[in-house]
């Protein structure tokens, strides 16, 4: 069993041994270009500050901005890395621990929505936003000065929009496998109407894929056929509509279909 789980993982290795040498080249011509411009990219940057201030109390680069900055705000917090959210802490946690001469502490306010993060944007984690909301909390502060605000109203959807998410996520949470993850969905979608009336959803099952028709075919047509009955409505223009997908490739599909069909678009992809 060893050899041939050896064999396995010799033969993995070797699938990818040209990606990964071609990787390699392509960094190492990148390092040579920021050595000759004498430039870091942002993603080396975090990595170098890292390694900096992750054996020091309070570090001389925080020291020095601590006498100028106080309060803090982050918003979107759902997309910060673990090694970015390191390397502010020192910061972060300098402010809220001394007093200046107003008698008042630093402030830090974190805003997001740890539900988005699930999508690891930019090594967005989730469970370090929920840790937060959970007493995990990496500063020594009075707890009267904590305060977490659940924003519960929907401004920016019509209420059938919002009627509909809290609706279909809180009955999706339940075929996830993670507690944590299933409440925070469930829990999180009960969001209020704002006074914006109206808003529509349909969702649609396209038919099974024939030998005439396959599925980018079925795609390109429902697409065409649900703009040309949009455009019957005089309220609802072309620049009302907007055409999503999951990859370039079917955004490709998708214009060649309404070049066809003589509909006008914009893409910057396309």
């Given at each position: 069993k060893t050899y041939v789980d050896k064999?396995?993982?010799?033969?993995?290795?070797?699938?990818?041994?040209l990606?990964?040498?071609?990787?390699?080249?392509?960094?190492?011509?990148?390092?040579?270009?920021?050595?000759?411009?004498?430039?870091?990219?942002?993603?080396?940057?975090?990595?170098?500050?890292?390694e900096q201030v992750k054996d020091q109390p309070a570090p001389f680069i925080y020291e020095r901005l601590g006498e100028r900055y106080r309060h803090f705000f982050i918003d979107e917090f759902?997309?910060?890395?673990?090694?970015?959210?390191?390397?502010?802490?020192?910061l972060l946690d300098n402010a809220l621990s001394q007093k200046f001469e107003?008698?008042?502490?630093?402030?830090?306010?974190?805003?997001?929505?740890?539900?988005?993060?699930?999508y690891r944007w930019r090594g967005g984690n989730p469970e370090q936003f929920i840790g937060l909301t959970r007493e995990d909390m990496p500063f020594q502060i009075d707890p009267e000065y904590k305060k977490?605000?659940?924003?519960?109203t929907n401004f920016r959807?019509?209420?059938?929009?919002?009627?509909?998410?809290?609706?279909?996520?809180?009955?999706?949470?339940?075929?996830?496998?993670?507690?944590?993850?299933?409440?925070?969905?469930?829990?999180?979608?009960?969001q209020k109407k704002n006074r914006r009336q109206g808003g529509y959803v349909q969702i649609e099952m396209l038919p099974m894929p024939t030998p005439e028709k396959n599925k980018d075919t079925l795609y390109q047509e429902k697409v065409v056929a649900l703009i040309k009955s949009?455009?019957?409505?005089?309220?609802?223009?072309?620049?009302?509509?907007?055409?999503?997908?999951?990859?370039?490739?079917?955004g490709v599909l998708i214009s060649?279909?309404?070049a066809e069909n003589n509909i006008p678009l914009i893409s910057s992809e396309t």
């Open positions: 064999n396995k993982v010799y033969q993995l290795v070797l699938k990818e041994l990606p990964m040498a071609l990787i390699n080249l392509v960094g190492n011509e990148r390092n040579d270009i920021q050595k000759k411009q004498n430039i870091l990219l942002v993603a080396d940057f975090n990595g170098l500050l890292h759902q997309d910060t890395s673990q090694l970015q959210w390191e390397n502010m802490l020192p107003t008698g008042l502490a630093g402030s830090v306010m974190l805003v997001g929505d740890a539900k988005q993060s699930i977490l605000i659940h924003l519960d959807s019509c209420e059938n929009i919002i009627e509909f998410n809290n609706k279909f996520f809180t009955h999706a949470a339940n075929i996830l496998d993670n507690e944590t993850y299933k409440d925070l969905y469930k829990v999180g979608n009960q949009l455009k019957q409505d005089d309220k609802i223009s072309l620049s009302d509509i907007c055409v999503l997908v999951r990859k370039n490739k079917e060649e279909a309404l």
